[in-house]
Each structure stands twice: as C-alpha cells, then as structure tokens.
RNA sequence: GGAGGGAUGACUGAGUGGCCGAAAGUGCUCGCCUGCUAAGCGAGUAGGGGGUGUUUAUCCUCCUCGAGGGUUCAAAUCCCUCUCCCUCCGCCA
C-alpha cells in the first residue's frame, strides 16, 4: 500500500509511480478520490463530535429533562445515519484504487520497461552450449519425465526422478547452511494461506491471475513463501534493537504462470510447481538499502560457489512488480540459448507491504513502518536446469563440488547407452 | 463432527448500557531517596486516520477493547456473522 499523504505532497513520491507504467490516469483519480474522502471526512467527523457530546449530556442531565435531549440528538443521529453511507462508500473506493497503485520506484532504478535493467556487472565467461540442452540431457539421464506428468496433470509440470532428487535435496541442504550462517533463521512455512496474507504481502490484487485457489477460493497456494514469511511479524511493533529479523523460508513454490504460453517450454525451465528457498528480511529504513546489497551478495556468493557464470542487473522501473521499489535479478548464461536467463532476484519492499502488514518499530518520534526484503536463495529447479548444462561430462552430469557431501556421489554415468 | 467457555493496552487482569480509550498489578521511562545492590516514594507510559502547522513541535478532532455488521440518543458491555484459542465427547493417527 502507497502512502496517501506522500502521493500528494512529495512530487519525487509521485513520479517514482508513474515511472513504472501505471494505467493512465490512476494517479489522478487516486487523488481525486482521497480529497473527495478527505472532505466528507470532516464533515462527517464534525457531526459525530456533536453527536457525541448531545449523547453525553443525556447522560448527565436530569431525569426530567432526557427526553428532550433524546429527542435532540436524534435528529444528529439521521443527519449522520444520511452521510455515513457516502462516506463508506468513498473509503472503499479509496482503497481500492490505492491497492492498484504500486510501490514508487527508487531513485537508483533506471527508467524504461524489460531490457532497459542496467548491467551492474558480469561475472565469468560465456561457455559453449553442450551437446545436449538441459531438456534433452534431463530426460536421456532418466532425471526428468514430462510426458506422464503432462498427461496426469496439464503442461508445465514434471516428475523430477533418480539422482536429480539427490542432487535437489543436496541444493536446499547447502543452500539452508550457507544463509543459516549469514543469520537466517530456516522456516518451513505454509504454502496456503488467506486472502488477507496475498494481498498484505502485495500480491493481490495486482498479481491476482498468477495465484491458484483452492477451497473454494478461502485458501490461495503460495507462488513464494515470501508470502508465509512476511506474515511472520504481521501487526507487531518490533523491538528496534532486534533488526534485521533474517529468515529463509524453504517450501515449494506454485505460479499459474498465466499469459506464458509458448514461453520456455523445453523441460523444466518454467513450471507451475518448483521449490525454493527464499530469503526474507525485516529492517529498519536506514538499513535497508545495505540489507539488500547484502542479500545480493549471498546469491553471488550461491551462484559463483556453484561455478556459475552470470551478470547482475538492476531492474527497469517499468519492469518492477507492483510491490517492489527495486530489485536486482542474478542471470546465469544458459549456454544452449546462447543468453543470460534469470536465476535469483532480490527486492527492496520498502514500507509498501509493511503498511498493509502493520509491522512496525518505535523510534524517537513514534513508531515508524520497517523495510521488507526478499531474495531467491535458490529457485531449486531452475538451478538444475544450468547445472545440466554447465556441468555435463561426455554424456555423464558431474556433481558440483559444494554437493558432494550431501550427495554421497561425484558423478552420474550416461543411461544404457 | 457434537457440547460448552473465552479473545480487553508490551504483559497479567477488572469491567453486563452513559461518570470507560478503559481499574489494579507487572514491565518500561524520568525524577526523588538509599554509601553500592535490592527495596521504597512520585510522575509518565496504546495505536491509527483527518485538520492545523514554525513539517518528525503544538493544538483540535474522529476511529479502534479479535474482525465485520446490527440495536440504541449512547456499546468493551446487548444481538448476528466470521476468525482464532481453550475444555469435554466422538472420530482418526
């Protein structure tokens, strides 16, 4: 949730928005509204403070004379009972042309949309493909069947079978120690959750079409446990000296994936079910923008153990989600495309969903709303997918040194062949 | 699945129609006092919206006692719905 006041008296608030390709005219008709809400306010606060003090004489007042203050205070009561319903039926619209509006973009994050992100810096070489891409190499290695889990359950989604779940399990074990080291507290969270927890942590209304829902629309399947984990701390004034809360949710992950058809449908590159382990963090604002410099270097840190050729780069503004202020995506040179694809992102929330979440701290003047952050740790399938490319061997998939430990194998020979 | 009890401020907990945004205690903050510590004494201590503005001041005002709705001139208190917690019974691991 934006902040109304800021919208309408900071300009820098205001252009941070329409940096981020808002339907034309919200903006305007966000602040139409809220001054339309703002004046009937007082009028309507105006009559409940007489309305108040009427019902308080009564109390007060001889016997013999109620009746006819009752009767008083009746007539401000119907003057009321006329106005409030205006009054709420403004506040809904209020809110819900609010809720459409994201999170200004910050004042580091370039302008334009998808491929204007800035290039912050690359990292290794740019190796050729190998001889199988990450699809034909998954299935000839038996690691990967598509065919009975199109039919049993509709495109996008994949039985993830022998060694590849070893070596799955062995990425959120590594993956769990090296953030548990940095501070993050492992949670394994829900993945349904209600309607309150979507929209709170940001993703309703605007994400919406992306969500399953289950139960007669009462539960939605998390696509992150993002979700799960920002709820954590929900409607609860933080002890300042306590931040950063750090903690890395581990669960899987499900997307609709609505509006992709067509888009990456070799393997297991994109799918409606994956697992994930997901960083998240409660700051302070002034630590904030270290926090998530912070989170990007342990997905570097990830992705360069694993021996990983990628490039970071700092979002457009236009290609922000609603929620977020500014992110960076880790992408990792997938070597049969011949191009960088993204792996990881990290985002700075800002107080956008901390409003909707209530989560505060108390400071020298009052309480003020912390900062939320989230990052891919590892989105486990999706590391498979550059990993049987970067790590094939003739026709054998070669273990990451890191994983060994938790595989108890170094390597898997080519199937009957 | 059935029956009953409950949800009040950072916490414990009183409060069945007006004098209640709310007793008392704990905690916390400040001050006093005590040679130190403990104890004692005094004061303060909820959140949010709107207006004003010398713009993290002051002041005014409205809302909030799990959430939403209703009754009433007036609701923490009465009624309805929902959510959650507890106890007992049943069922199932």
């Known amino acids: 949730m934006i902040d109304l006041k800021r919208l309408r008296t900071e300009a820098e608030?205001?252009?941070?928005?329409?940096?981020?390709?808002?339907?034309?005219?919200?903006?305007?008709?966000?602040?139409?509204?809220?001054?339309?809400?703002?004046?009937?306010?007082?009028?309507?606060?105006?009559?409940?403070?007489?309305?108040?003090?009427?019902?308080?004489?009564?109390?007060?007042?001889?016997?013999d004379q109620r009746a006819a203050k009752i009767a008083e205070a009746g007539v401000l009561?119907?003057?009321?009972?006329?106005?409030?319903?205006?009054?709420?039926?403004?506040?809904?619209?209020?809110?819900?042309?609010?809720?459409?509006?994201?999170?200004?973009?910050?004042a580091s994050v370039p302008?334009?949309?998808?491929?204007?992100?800035?290039?912050?810096?690359?990292?290794?070489g740019e190796p050729p493909a190998p001889a199988l891409d990450h699809a034909a190499f998954a299935e000839a290695m038996?690691?990967?069947?598509?065919?009975?889990?199109?039919?049993?359950s509709g495109s996008r989604f994949a039985y993830l079978m022998r060694e590849a779940v070893m070596v799955e399990l062995a990425l959120v074990a590594w993956v769990l120690g090296q953030v548990g080291a940095q501070g993050f507290v492992p949670v394994m969270p829900p993945v349904l959750v209600r309607e309150h927890a979507m929209e709170e942590a940001g993703f309703f209304p605007t994400d919406r079409q992306q969500v399953y829902e289950v139960d007669e629309g009462a539960l939605f399947i998390v696509g992150t446990s993002e979700v799960p984990l920002s709820a954590l701390h929900r409607g609860e004034i933080l002890d300042a000296d306590a931040l950063p809360l750090r903690y890395?949710?581990?669960?899987?992950?499900?997307?609709?994936?609505?509006?992709?058809?067509?888009?990456?449908?070799?393997?297991?590159f994109r799918v409606h079910q994956f697992d994930k382990v997901e960083m998240f963090v409660f700051a302070s604002p002034e630590t904030s923008a270290e926090e998530h410099e912070r989170i990007l270097a342990i997905e570097e840190a990830i992705v360069s153990a694993l021996g990983l050729p990628y490039r970071v780069v700092n979002i457009a503004a236009g290609d922000l989600g609603a929620a977020s202020a500014k992110k960076f995506d880790i992408e990792?040179?997938?070597?049969?495309?011949?191009?960088?694809?993204?792996?990881?992102?990290?985002?700075?929330?800002?107080e956008f969903s901390a409003r909707r979440l209530g989560i505060r701290t108390r400071g020298e003047g009052g309480t003020q709303l912390v900062h939320t952050l989230n990052g891919t740790a590892c989105a486990v399938g999706r590391m498979l997918v550059f990993l049987f490319e970067h790590y094939q061997d003739g026709?054998?998939?070669?273990?990451?040194?890191?994983?060994?430990?938790?595989?108890?194998?170094?390597?898997?020979?080519p199937r009957n062949s």
């Open 142 to 152: 038996g690691f990967v069947n598509t065919e009975k889990a199109v039919e049993m």
């Open 77 to 106: 009561k119907d003057e009321l009972m006329a106005l409030e319903p205006s009054l709420s039926e403004v506040e809904a619209r209020v809110r819900e042309l609010a809720l459409q509006v994201p999170n200004p973009a910050d």
């Open 13 to 63: 608030y205001r252009s941070g928005i329409e940096r981020k390709r808002v339907r034309s005219g919200l903006v305007e008709e966000v602040l139409a509204v809220d001054a339309e809400h703002r004046a009937l306010l007082a009028r309507v606060e105006e009559l409940r403070g007489r309305q108040n003090a009427a019902s308080k004489a009564i109390g007060k007042a001889a016997p």
């Open 332 to 350: 990792v040179w997938l070597p049969s495309e011949g191009r960088y694809r993204e792996l990881t992102s990290c985002s700075n929330y800002h």
């Open 111 to 124: 302008d334009g949309g998808e491929g204007d992100g800035e290039v912050v810096r690359v990292i290794g």
């Open 395 to 413: 026709g054998a998939f070669i273990v990451p040194d890191v994983l060994r430990s938790f595989t108890g194998f170094e390597r898997v020979e």
């Open 248 to 268: 890395a949710g581990f669960s899987s992950s499900f997307r609709r994936e609505a509006g992709t058809y067509g888009k990456d449908t070799r393997g297991i």
